[in-house]
Nanobody
Framework: QVQLVESGGGLVQPGGSLRLSCAAS????????MGWWRQAPGKQRESVAA???????TYTNSVKGRFTISRDNTKNTAYLQMNNVEPEDTAVYYC??????????????WGQGTQVTVSS
């Protein structure tokens, strides 16, 4: 069982910055594919960004050039740096881990979510 704990959410003004963190349990963190998803009120949950075990990153179009996903395998932590935020970025942000069945059981795990509100 992998536990994910997000932090760093809050209220930020349009054009501002915020960094989300996702601390993961487990000894195989370097193998996890880590992702950030978000869900705005009345909308479906959507993928925002992901980073593979090899460091390859992908982003949804609406955040390209503004958000950066990264990971620190020494700290078992993934990050989402959010710059130049917009009101449309307001949502609950969730961390997701895809754990491969390599050297142990695999599975998909979610954090509890952290609220990001962009407002002046």
């Amino acid at each position: 069982q992998v536990q994910l704990v997000e932090s760093g959410g809050g209220l930020v003004q349009p054009g501002g910055s915020l960094r989300l963190s996702c601390a993961a349990s487990g000894s195989r963190f370097s193998l996890y594919v880590m992702g950030w998803w978000r869900q705005a009120p009345g909308k479906q949950r959507e993928s925002v960004a992901a980073v593979t075990s090899g460091g390859i990153t992908t982003y949804t179009n609406s955040v390209k050039g503004r958000f950066t996903i990264s990971r620190d395998n020494t700290k078992n932590t993934a990050y989402l740096q959010m710059n130049n935020v917009e009101p449309e970025d307001t949502a609950v942000y969730y961390c997701k881990a895809n754990v491969p069945s390599q050297d142990g059981p695999g599975g998909v795990y979610w954090g509890q979510g952290t609220q990001v509100t962009v407002s002046s």
